[in-house]
Nanobody, 126 residues
Framework: QVQLVESGGGLVPAGGSLRLSCAAS????????AGWFRQAPGKEREFVAS????????AYVDSVKGRFTISRENAKNTVFLQMNSLKPEDTAVYYC???????????????????WGQGTQVTVSS
């Protein structure tokens, strides 16, 4: 079993930055792809970013390209989401997710992932 614990959410003004962290515990020696999703009230869960197990491939939803960066430090069992130039539209609960994989692909659908964090609130004020 793998458990994911998210941190780094908070309240920031428009144009500000946050770095979200997702720390994995349990069975962490396998190859895991990871991703970030977000969900605003009344909306469906939305793909934000993902990264391959090696960190060599990444993917982003168009609305965050150039502003968000996903990265990982496998030795520390941690995935990050650096969020810059934040907009009020980025306000949501952010979830990290992971899955075991032996491919080099990224994933972008909620159903692609087996493990989920509890979510962390990001609020961007105007």
């Amino acid at each position: 079993q793998v458990q994911l614990v998210e941190s780094g959410g908070g309240l920031v003004p428009a144009g500000g930055s946050l770095r979200l962290s997702c720390a994995a515990s349990g069975r962490t020696m396998s190859r895991f792809a990871a991703g970030w999703f977000r969900q605003a009230p009344g909306k469906e869960r939305e793909f934000v970013a993902s990264i391959s197990w090696s960190g060599q491939a990444t993917a982003y939803v168009d609305s965050v390209k150039g502003r968000f960066t996903i990265s990982r430090e496998n030795a520390k069992n941690t995935v990050f989401l650096q969020m810059n130039s934040l907009k009020p539209e980025d306000t949501a609960v952010y979830y990290c997710a992971a899955r075991v994989t032996y491919s080099t692909s990224t994933y972008s659908q909620p159903g692609d992932f087996n493990y989920w964090g509890q979510g962390t609130q990001v609020t961007v004020s105007s």
